[in-house]
């Protein structure tokens, strides 16, 4: 398997990690205090900074090269790329739940609650089509000069969960890690 598909399959695998730890928080959160403002923060800004800055526009050139390349897959790969924008929106709505619910009151964070859970939903049906069906797609269908360009077309940030930075970037993620197990 090229390094790209791998490093997309192992982004999922530390994705899905997350998306745990965010149901986790959202499911003690009528009973927690003070709010985990900042640790759901962060776990959203992860997505906002590496899935959808990094993450989805390899996956973006995958999917259109397939697109060009072979008819099948065709309507998977349009709702695939359409699922990418929808995400966009659902981090923003989050981020704002979590800031608006920072005063407590419990309409507040029933909204939270519901923007989570659809973030998480989304995310985690989202991952596991690709998985499935998409990726194994792309490893039938492409070479290996596919997968150096899509990812030689971006700046090429690792995993923000791999770099030893993580402590600065995501400090309460980090603390939270820390307790538990690590990421792979
Ligand atoms: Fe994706
Ligand atoms: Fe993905």
Redesign the pocket.
Known sequence: MHKTLAR?YRDHLNSNRLMDILEGQLEVLKFTKPLPAKLMSEIVSYVREY?DKI??PI??HL?QVLLARTDRGHDEMEE?LG??LI?VDLTRKMLQAVDSADGGDNDSIDRLIEAGRELISHQRN??NF?DRM?FPLLQEELKDEDFDIAAGALPDDEDPLLDPNIATRYPELFSYLNKGELMV
């Open positions: 997309l899935t993450h989805h996956e973006d999917y695939l699922q990418h995400v989202h991952m690709e998409a």
